[in-house]
């Protein structure tokens, strides 16, 4: 078993039985952070649909943007569109929203719920460059879809 294996099996053994969409967004955050190297921030934004927005929820590393409208920067991007988004050079992306100037490159995954609504999405910083490949893309897109399984079970 490699080592995205073997977080993807630790993240669904941590999540089973859950009830708490909270203790899910933090143990995976959490869990993410300490399987991933070169991350500086791991975490989530949730989708406040009274408000049209993203707003922050549970993550790992330094002080973050706390409402991030739809359609703004990577996360309100792949959050309106529904797709991952991998930015190679945040200083390259237009409307790049810079929470953390250390940050260089992003990886962000929405997350889904089985009825087809918006949950929120999965955000990923890195204090690197290019540091998404296509394997850490398919391993965290496998996450997004371990967490929104708990999720849809705990409701």
């Keep these: 078993m490699n080592n995205d294996q073997?977080?993807?099996?630790?993240?669904?053994?941590?999540?089973?039985?859950?009830?708490?969409?909270?203790?899910?967004?933090?143990?995976?955050?959490?869990l993410i952070n300490q399987t991933v190297d070169q991350?500086?921030?791991?975490?989530?934004?949730?989708?406040?649909?009274?408000?049209?927005?993203?707003?922050l929820g549970p993550f790992q590393g330094r002080v973050a943007c706390m409402h991030i409208k739809m359609g703004a920067g990577v996360c309100g991007t792949a959050a309106q569109d529904r797709k991952v988004q991998v930015v190679a050079d945040v200083s390259q992306y237009p409307g790049y929203i810079s929470c953390d100037a250390a940050a260089k490159s992003e990886l962000v995954v929405p997350l889904v719920?089985?009825?087809?609504?918006?949950?929120?999405?999965?955000?990923?910083?890195?204090p690197v460059?290019?540091?998404?490949?296509?394997?850490?893309?398919?391993?965290?897109?496998?996450?997004?879809?371990?967490?929104?399984?708990?999720?849809d079970e705990a409701a």
């Excluded at 391993?139 to 371990?146: H, L, R």
Aim: glycine share 6%; net charge negative; charged share 20%.
């Design 39 to 55: 991350l500086n921030w791991v975490g989530f934004y949730r989708y406040d649909h009274a408000n049209d927005e993203l707003v």
């Design 129 to 151: 460059r290019d540091r998404f490949d296509n394997q850490l893309v398919a391993t965290m897109t496998a996450s997004a879809a371990i967490i929104m399984k708990a999720i």
């Design 6 to 30: 073997l977080m993807l099996s630790q993240l669904n053994s941590l999540l089973a039985g859950e009830h708490s969409p909270v203790a899910i967004l933090a143990n995976a955050s959490a």
């Design 113 to 126: 719920k089985q009825d087809g609504s918006l949950y929120g999405v999965l955000d990923l910083d890195a």
